[in-house]
């Protein structure tokens, strides 16, 4: 049976995770009320977006856009068993580092050997898919948080690592001190089904504080 949660996939979609936020929480609602309505932000899925997300961690933008699109380059079609049939020397080539390689494969060993189902996730809450993608060696949290939010478009992922919103949290609710991984955990459980809308908006506030276009980090 699929499991009863709301995945986002359109602006409409988003506005109702706000107006439920701003029934139940007065931070939620001064956040919307100073940045506005959040972006949609949906990018692709399954193992496509899970390997962009990867390949792009820390390097710029324009440094992740050309190593993507090298990587698309020498891996085609963009399957598991095009990636597993190529050398290390090939990836490297295309700027990516010896994690990062490790990462890519583990990937595509895991839904060759079907320990990876992406079809599957749109039927699992956020923390099942979460608890899936960290079980491949190289996956960490964050990046498993941010495919769940971005590229499934689940209404309830959440990415307690993540330092902007640990500021943007700290801030918004004057908090003594930023607060930690297993304590911004416990602050979000008031914002489900719709941790990853108070997300988008912490982003947007975070944003505001660095007077930044853009803070959210993919």
Partial sequence: ?????????????????????????AFMKAAHDLTG??????????MPGLLRIVIGQQVSVASA???????????KPLEADSILRRRETTFRKAGLSGPKIRT???VAQAVTNGELDFDAFEQMDAD??????VAVHGIGPWTADVYTMFCLGHADGWASGDLALQIAAEKLMELEARPSVSELTEIAE????????AARLLWAYYAHLRNVKD????
Avoid: Y
Wanted: hydrophobic share 45%; aromatic share 6%; charged share 25%.
């Fill in 190 to 197: 008031r914002w489900r089904p719709w941790r990853s809308v």
């Fill in 215 to 218: 803070a959210v980090p993919v």
């Fill in 128 to 133: 099942a898919v979460h608890d899936a993608l």
């Fill in 65 to 75: 856009t050309a190593i993507w699109g090298r990587f698309q380059n020498v891996v």
């Fill in 1 to 25: 049976m699929k499991a009863q949660h709301t995945i986002i996939t359109t602006d409409a979609d988003v506005t109702r995770g706000v107006r439920a936020l701003r029934k139940r929480c």
């Fill in 37 to 46: 309505p959040p972006p949609l932000r949906r990018a692709e899925g399954g």
């Fill in 104 to 106: 890519v494969r583990a």
